[in-house]
């Protein structure tokens, strides 16, 4: 479990930090964002949260978990819209970060740059196993980066790949458990029926 590090209140630290979550679909990357994110505001710590416009698969603007836990957020067409909106926050939270364009590594840098906190959570590889998105380039910056496990459905071992079960040939393709399911890597590399 991630605990946060002790640097003193984040408006007396000299710089911010970016911490990364990911992992392959409904492997608690979103509900890990929110525990950090709820103790931050439980620490009275002035918070701002984004999420990508184009992911509404369970509200048009909350990040909602797999189970059903929310906060509210505010989604974004570009990483440029963060910087605009993020204003004097502590920390600011971004959710989907692979949907998101390369521009959110800019903006995460000037983020923790300006003493911000950056919690961000994301799929690092997409329905075919390849590096997603901006997610590399992030994890890259990172100071602190936190890889969660889902079960794979098929064996039951340690699950970190997003396998896609209908046919689609385009990389973002939004979807649940009837579209998705996790999978460990050899059940992921099973021959498709």
């Known amino acids: 479990m991630f605990i946060e590090p002790k640097r003193g209140k984040i408006s007396e630290a000299k710089s911010g930090w970016v911490e990364l979550i990911c992992g392959s679909m409904f492997s608690g ?44 957020s505010t989604p974004v067409n570009s990483a440029a819209e963060i910087l605009l909106y993020a ?7 971004i959710d989907e970060a692979q ?12 983020l923790a740059a300006a003493g911000k906190r950056v919690i961000i959570a994301g799929l690092d590889m ?17 100071e602190y980066v936190t890889k969660v ?12 790949y997003s396998y896609r ?9 939004l979807g649940e458990k009837e579209s998705y399911e996790a999978r460990c890597r050899k059940c992921f590399h099973l021959p498709k029926p």
């Open 29 to 72: 990357k979103t509900e890990e964002l929110i525990r950090r994110l709820n103790r931050a505001i439980i620490a009275r710590q002035k918070v701002e949260i984004f999420k990508p416009a184009i992911d509404t698969r369970y509200d048009e603007s909350d990040i909602v978990s797999h189970n059903q836990n929310a906060i509210r």
């Open 87 to 93: 204003g004097d926050c502590d920390v600011v939270g």
């Open 99 to 110: 949907f998101l364009d390369d521009g959110v590594v800019d903006a995460v840098n000037k």
């Open 126 to 142: 997409d329905s075919t196993g390849k590096p997603f998105g901006p997610m590399p380039a992030l994890m890259a910056i990172a």
């Open 149 to 160: 496990h889902a079960i794979c459905v098929i064996c039951g071992d340690i699950a970190h």
């Open 165 to 173: 079960k209908v046919l689609s040939d385009n990389q973002v393709m």
